[in-house]
């Protein structure tokens, strides 16, 4: 995907069919799985006891997955990985890092929650939020537009630092020079 000199053309940032499939095939994988788990903690399952500890075993359990299947897109797009390829890759590159993962998380959750209080407290004080109902669609604007990068900031950050912690040498030998 990278070109020498980074150069591209519009057509290198569409994704391509493979990597479209990938992704989709990754995400029908996830939603059989939720759905599997659902169906029998709902319809299976009866004893009340029973459902409970399974709730909490699935919730956690999903939550594992998904913080160690967090990079399986970036293998997508960045090595032109296939869907077992990308879950792979990414289980492999998180597999000592699940706690600084969770972590990362939950500092990106914290500040997601933090900055949407500052927004809220912001807009009650200073606009009558009854009349003036596109200020509250302006701030969730705002909001979205400041931490969904951020975000994407973050994960693309870790990412790298994870995939060449594992590296010994670089992609470019420019780049050492």
Not at 8 to 31: C, H, K, N, Q, W
Request: with cysteine.
């Amino acid at each position: 995907m990278d070109r020498q000199y980074y150069e591209f053309e519009f057509r290198d940032i569409i994704p391509s069919f493979r990597m479209a499939l990938s992704f989709v095939s990754i995400g029908t994988f996830y939603i059989i799985l939720i759905g599997t788990i659902i169906f029998l903690n709902l319809f299976v399952i009866k004893d009340e006891t029973v459902r409970v500890v399974m709730d909490i075993v699935e919730k956690l359990s999903l939550a594992y997955l998904l913080i160690r299947s967090i990079f399986c897109l970036c293998f997508i797009v960045d090595e032109d990985s296939g869907p077992v390829e990308a879950l792979l890759e990414s289980f492999r590159i998180t597999r000592n890092n699940f706690f600084k993962l969770l972590a990362l998380i939950l500092i990106v959750v914290g500040f997601i929650a933090i900055l949407l209080m500052i927004i809220t407290m912001a807009i009650t004080v200073l606009f009558d939020t009854d009349s003036n109902g596109y200020i509250v669609s302006i701030a969730g604007i705002g909001w979205f537009a400041i931490s969904f990068p951020i975000v994407q900031v973050m994960i693309m950050v870790s990412y790298r630092k994870l995939v060449y912690s594992q590296k010994d040498v670089d992609d470019d030998v420019s780049e050492t020079l």
